[in-house]
């Protein structure tokens, strides 16, 4: 599932937008406040004004510029907010339902920054590891094919696991994943769908999936085969298995007949990783969702 940060590259807007304002604060401190105290000591020298007079003449001489102003008060904030963002805690919007019936569409998420590392904000490169990805966590990344965009999935696979999904059943590393049935899922989208909804325990992780039976198990990748190390899968007429490889992860959608995923266009690289999903703050279609998720 495809889905967009709040604002476009706002990282990167956040980050021209700290130097600016960064830059006018120093300037100012350092060096334009020097400038207006010493033209206002000159002005005063010259003044015969009474006292009364001369304060609000001084007043006004090292007054800053609006521009100067607005710079100095919207610094610390974006200092804040950049921090934050690049390190903590980075919003998000579900804009559609592969990730049913965990996300639903208007979901406005947070994601976990620092769990997975520490990464330098823009360039994206970990320079503290914490902890690594586990199977089961639902984690945001950048998609392999077009890293400006986000994706969000569930992890099945983490390196050196052997996924295996066969006539809509997962295994992993030999062990088949167990399923409990639940009450049938209805979709509110354009048409009013019904779909199989079951709790799936994904090696000790519980969650729960969509399943379309009326959908082939066949994986239809369009004939494209060129994502790196497509030769560590083998697909026929049940489905797919899967070996990943090192610093690579194997992500699926909950909603799993719609979804497109690593069953489609491949691995994952550690260095795509963004965050781990784990709270809903806001969805204005349906206030009751906010909360945990897993």
Avoid at 235 to 244: A, N
């Amino acid at each position: 599932m495809s889905f967009q940060s709040l604002i476009g590259n706002f990282s990167l807007i956040l980050f021209v937008l700290l130097v600016i304002t960064g830059v006018i604060w120093c300037f100012d401190l350092f060096v334009w406040s020097k400038q207006r105290q010493q033209h206002a000591d000159a002005v005063l020298a010259q003044c015969s004004q009474d006292q009364l007079e001369q304060e609000k003449l001084r007043e006004s001489l090292l007054k800053q510029p609006a521009w100067i102003e607005y710079s100095g008060s919207f610094f610390p904030v974006i200092v804040l907010v950049f921090v934050l963002r690049s390190f903590l805690f980075e919003p998000f919007k579900i804009p559609s339902g592969s990730m049913l019936p965990t996300l639903f569409v208007g979901d406005f998420i947070l994601v976990n920054k620092f769990i997975y590392g520490i990464r330098l904000p823009i360039i994206d490169k970990k320079v503290i590891s914490v902890t690594e990805p586990q199977r089961g966590d639902v984690m945001v990344f950048r998609y392999p094919r077009d890293v400006s965009q986000n994706y969000i999935k569930r992890i099945i696979g983490v390196p050196g696991d052997v996924v295996s999904y066969k006539n809509k059943k997962l295994t992993v590393n030999g062990i088949e994943s167990t399923y409990q049935p639940e009450i049938d899922f209805l979709s509110d989208g354009e048409d009013l769908t019904y779909s199989k909804q079951f709790s799936e325990n994904l090696t000790g992780v519980q969650h729960r999936i969509l399943i379309d039976e009326n959908r082939s198990s066949v994986i239809d990748r369009g004939g494209r085969s060129d994502f790196p190390y497509s030769e560590n899968c083998l697909y026929d007429d049940e489905g797919f298995t899967c070996k990943v490889p090192a610093a690579q992860y194997f992500m699926m959608g909950d909603n799993r007949d719609n979804s497109m995923d690593s069953r489609f266009w491949g691995f994952v690289p550690d260095s795509h990783v963004v965050g781990k999903a784990f709270f809903i703050w806001m969805n204005f279609s349906s206030p009751s969702r906010v909360g945990s998720f897993k």
